[in-house]
């Protein structure tokens, strides 16, 4: 990493990584002596959380919960998703019909979480929460994805 030459120079300048090809900026924070500095660390992009919810869902049916085409132009990064209903039932989140992961939710605990840790998904593609009720009555579900628009 190339750095500015002295620490007054390194107040809010660009410096590029070299093997990274990327743009950062070095800031000098003064405090007085034993205080903190609260710091908050954000992902790019703009956060974007999407939802969506199903009623009825007969038994033994597979439907699409969620749906969300990320937009020409730009990329998202999936960090996370959560899918519940009043019925124990099998969730599956898939990227253009590719399966990422799935769980199932039983008695006494019907709410999944996807945890996919910022997975990058290319414009134009389809985000798909999909459930299959496996109780012999029907039930309504719902899901919610969340993430960074970049």
Known sequence: MTLPRS???REQQKFREPSLDKVSVAVTIE?????TV?????GAGV?????????SVASGATVDVLTYTVPVGNTFSLSK???SG???AEFT????????????????????IFDVGGLVVAAGSIIKVTVNNFRPTTSDF????????L
């Open 7 to 9: 620490s007054r120079d």
């Open 31 to 35: 405090q007085e002596a034993g205080s």
């Open 38 to 42: 609260p710091v908050t660390i954000t």
């Open 47 to 55: 956060a974007t959380n999407n939802y969506s919810e199903v009623t």
């Open 81 to 83: 998703a959560s899918a």
């Open 86 to 88: 009043d019925n124990y």
């Open 93 to 112: 989140i898939e990227i253009d019909n590719n399966t990422q992961d799935k769980k199932r939710t039983y008695w006494c605990d019907f709410n999944a």
């Open 142 to 149: 719902n899901a919610r994805i969340f993430g960074n628009l």
